[in-house]
T-cell receptor, first 112, second 113 residues
């Protein structure tokens, strides 16, 4: 009963390096999301995919790209990491855009 | 645009005290409202939800009523336990606007024995 699985759980990057955060869900959900969580800021939406084959920008998309690889998988890529991208990243999925979302355990990313 | 405002934390209570965490929202359509809880080092878990006005969501002793007239969805619990210590997030989704979940900034609850 995995739900939403994110990898890796922890990552340290040097400024300018690139990496991809992976997310997979096994609940046959149509919609998937990437959020970042920073102290005092709550959760802010980076990108979302309302359904397979579509992606859209959220509140804070700059510096990120996403790929909806198939219905199960939604990856987040940092092309050139910056210290401002130090954060905890959460992937989530839901049946449709207006239903409750289920979250992964998060990826703690530090950019030095 | 849509938004969610939660009371600032942290909230510090003794065990068995009454809890209220205020949440108000702004929405252009007819939102669904949610409370999520985040325990240390974990992801968010859905605590309760309400999908239309006057609905009451409840789970694990927590309750919240969707009040359209006051645009509020306050979280309450009659008697908190140490194990309730966590961060609580109010959120909304708006099917008419087709938006993803929008979260408040979170309220940290600390319960001492």
């Amino acid at each position: 009963n995995a739900g939403v699985t994110q990898t890796p759980k922890f990552q340290v990057l040097k400024t300018g390096q690139s990496m991809t955060l992976q997310c997979a869900q096994d609940m046959n959900h149509n919609s998937m999301y990437w959020y970042r969580q920073d102290p005092g800021m709550g959760l802010r939406l980076i990108y979302y995919s309302a359904s397979e084959g579509t992606t859209d920008k959220g509140e804070v998309p700059n510096g990120y790209n996403v790929s909806r690889l198939n219905k199960r998988e939604f990856s987040l890529r940092l092309e050139s990491a910056a210290p401002s991208q130090t954060s905890v990243y959460f992937c989530a999925s839901s049946v449709t855009m207006n239903t409750e979302a289920f979250f992964g355990q998060g990826t703690r990313l530090t950019v030095v | 645009g849509n938004s969610v405002t939660q009371m600032e934390g942290p909230v510090t209570l003794s065990e068995e005290a009454f809890l209220t965490i205020n949440c108000t929202y702004t929405a252009t359509g007819y939102p669904s409202l949610f409370w999520y809880v985040q325990y240390p080092g974990e992801g968010l878990q859905l605590l309760l939800k309400a999908t239309k006005a006057d609905d009451k969501g409840s789970n694990k002793g927590f309750e919240a009523t969707y009040r359209k007239e006051t645009t509020s969805f306050h979280l309450e619990k009659g008697s908190v336990q140490v194990s309730d210590s966590a961060v609580y997030f109010c959120a909304l989704s708006d099917s008419q606007a087709g938006t993803a979940l929008i979260f408040g900034k979170g309220t940290t609850l600390s319960v001492s024995s």
